[in-house]
């Protein structure tokens, strides 16, 4: 049973990186974008990067604290704290950066109702952002965030993956 919560984390952590991950790469393109081809660009995002970031980001979480208490010594259990670490890391610089963006952009957009509760979570008030924000510097937070975050998973599937090797060896 450990060793399937042990690839169903990795799966899960490497999915959440994935998603980040690709937001990054997509920094050089996007950043020649003008503002009305980059908006039309963000708004392929929703759904799918919300549902499958979702998924993976939180079911990597939970599975990483589940990995805590088996861990079969310091230095394992140091790594999956480490991991777990850069994981609710990455939580926080999503609600902190990325959500009020978000959330702004997405202010006269139709949405189905499981978006529009998740556009209006607590803490993400785009509101918050100043109206007058040259668009430009909304996008350079924006896509900062997902660079920070990319790293942040990266580092996490890396401590992972190293706690979960050095058990066998």
Do not use: C
């Amino acid at each position: 049973m450990y060793v399937f919560l042990e690839v169903l984390t990795v799966i899960l952590v490497a999915g959440a990186m994935a998603m980040a991950l690709s937001h990054a790469l997509e920094l050089p393109g996007k950043l020649r974008l003008a503002r009305q081809e980059y908006f039309v660009v963000q708004r392929i995002y929703y759904p799918g990067f919300t549902i499958g970031g979702g998924i993976a980001e939180v079911g990597g979480i939970l599975a990483t604290f589940a990995l805590m208490p088996a861990s079969s010594g310091p230095i394992q259990s140091w790594l999956i704290a480490g991991a777990l670490a850069a994981l609710l890391a990455m939580q926080l610089v999503f609600w902190l950066m990325t959500q009020p963006i978000n959330k702004h952009w997405l202010q006269d957009v139709k949405l189905n109702a499981p978006a529009q509760r998740f556009f209006a979570a607590e803490g993400s008030d785009g509101a918050s952002l100043p109206p007058t924000q040259e668009w430009t510097a909304l996008r350079n937070r924006w896509e900062l965030s997902h660079v920070v975050r990319a790293a942040l998973a990266m580092l996490s599937l890396i401590l992972l993956t190293t706690a979960i090797a050095i058990q066998g060896a």
